[in-house]
């Protein structure tokens, strides 16, 4: 294997890496806000469910690997280039370090994106129709469809949990416990079964939960088992959309098969595994921005968010289709956040603006990238 070579692997193990840094809270952040799991205990989860994905994109979803390439939106003289991969992979692993450095959650597909434009205008060879068709569009429809979504289903599961008989419990978290409390006439809140009392000030430390039951089960429990189910799924359709996109850079440079020895399983497992180990030790800043500073939300909110996600994210990898697990899980949450009207606009803003300037910024490190390695 030629220096080069060795270069895109190496920097295709760095974008990895960066990838999970970045997004592996994306699966799990709700259950880390609802305080279903810890954020550790949780990341771990992520972690192993993403990769769960990356394995199944072996089968599932060889086709992204082909569009990031970046065949039929540059030159084909660059495609095959390994300075052309390296240049890719250079720019959205930067940009992708700097947003988690920062704790902002952005879109490895979108720095990924800017990277093979920002290549095409330095070298003159970018097909604009091509890359508005196969990558703008679907970057910008994806996000306002999952906020459409997610509002849109939170209404309608509502509807049917009233109509189930099912209602809200305010509890007190006490330990590992949870505590009905009720309200005296002064405001004050009571722990029915220890009498203890807290003050309305206190009930940030109170957390809603479902009385009733669901087919004969707990509401409360199915609720819970339902949202560790959507978290995974949502991690595992993660793993599978993401993964090809960072394996094409070594498929498209000649690192994969050849002379390489490396396959196209070898570099999909290989890249899930870099994204597991950014996931595990670097994630905690953007888990925090994804956890608590979008919206404030209760079980069944943070379930529609992680439902309708993991179900457009999957859909959208079987097709083809190069949405971003970024944009569509924000969007997600984005929409709850307009319905229960508990959004954070000020973070929501920051976030926004950060995905609006991922493009150009990816896209300068790139075109920098290339002038030094292929221009």
Known sequence: MGLMMIIVALVACLLAFANGANDNAKGVATLIGGRLMGLNRAVSFAAVTTFLGSVAAVVLATELASRFGGKGIVDASLVGSAAFAA?????AALTVLLATIIGMPISTTHAMVGSIVGIGISANA??????????????????LIAVSLAAGAYMIFRTARRRLGVTHQTCLCVGSAYHPVSVTADGAMMVQSTGVTLTADDTDNCKQ?????????????????????????????????????????????????????????????????????????????????????????????????????????IFASKLGMPVSTTHVSCGSLFGIGLVNRRGHWSTISKILLAWITTLPVAAVLAGLAWRVMGG
């Open 209 to 313: 939960r479902y009385a009733g039951r669901f087919a004969g089960v707990d509401a409360q429990r199915t609720l819970d088992v339902a949202h560790m189910l959507s978290a995974g799924a949502l991690s595992f359709g993660r793993g599978l959309n993401d993964t090809p996109k960072i394996a094409a850079l070594m498929i498209a440079a000649g690192v994969v098969g050849g002379s390489a020895g490396m396959g196209p399983a070898t570099a999909l497992v290989a890249t899930g595994l870099g994204i597991a180990l950014g996931g595990v030790l670097a994630v905690k800043r953007v888990a925090r921005t994804m956890s608590y500073e979008i919206t404030e939300m209760n079980d069944g909110q943070a379930f529609t968010a992680n439902f309708v996600t993991a179900g457009l994210v």
């Open 126 to 143: 970018l097909n604009w129709a091509a890359a508005a068709g196969k990558f703008f569009i679907p970057l910008l429809v994806s996000p």
């Open 87 to 91: 240049s890719v992979g250079v720019g």
